[in-house]
């Protein structure tokens, strides 16, 4: 990592009056905005998702918000995976092509992919899986046990291991470069932002608890999810658990 990378990065990704304009969008090349694994072994339909069932006040999510790492054993509900999934990349609206979502998105190019990896779901096999938008539905890309790399890959947090599921979002920056150039990839970390408080605040309305991770050996994880660490990889996790203490 060179030193000063991210002070270069902040500099020259800066707008100001005089550089700014003149670019013109070529829709032409505008990159595939929706990601589906066609050879998926198994797709699961994700149950709608029933809002009366999560009716805790937002001000209390608020404040009882907390990264919440000891979780006890037990399955996850498909109902409450589904909710958490919908509150960070459901689609709430649309218009033309443009599926907008739970959490905002620099003009709504949406360039994060979401994976789960499902330890203890009910209904639903241990692996990884891909989320589908489009169609709200699970593809499942890996089957079986990965609880222990993911821990190693995630510079060995027991956090990750023990995790009833754990979210797992890359970025395929090209579609936010189309329109933003280099200056894309802050807004890429934003989106990926408010899609994780959005999940810790979801995680919070079921009784749930949630843990950001951005500690991790980001090709390790690339390799398990088979992603290339270029056009597609790895920014972001998070683990979802049955709290220990309610
Ligand atoms: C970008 C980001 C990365 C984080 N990475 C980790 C992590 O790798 N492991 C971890 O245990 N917590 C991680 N956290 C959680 C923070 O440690 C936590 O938010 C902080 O201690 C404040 O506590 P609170 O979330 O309970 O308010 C991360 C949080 C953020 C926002």
Redesign the pocket.
Known sequence: MSEDIGDRFQQETKYDPHSLGGHRLDWSERPEPFKEYLNATERVRLPDVDLSGYSKPLAECLFQ?????AYREGELTLNDLSFLIWATQGVTARYGDTLFRTAPSAGALYPVETYLYTRSVEGLKKGLWHYNVRSFELELIKEGELEHELAQA??M?P?VQKAQVVFLWTSVSERSKWKYSQRAYRYIYLDA?HI?ENL?LAATACGLGC??????FDDWLNRIIGVDGKTETII??ATIGLPKKR
């Open positions: 918000r907390r990264s919440i790492r995630a510079l947090q956090v932002g994780c810790y843990c950001a991770i951005g500690a991790f972001y996790m």
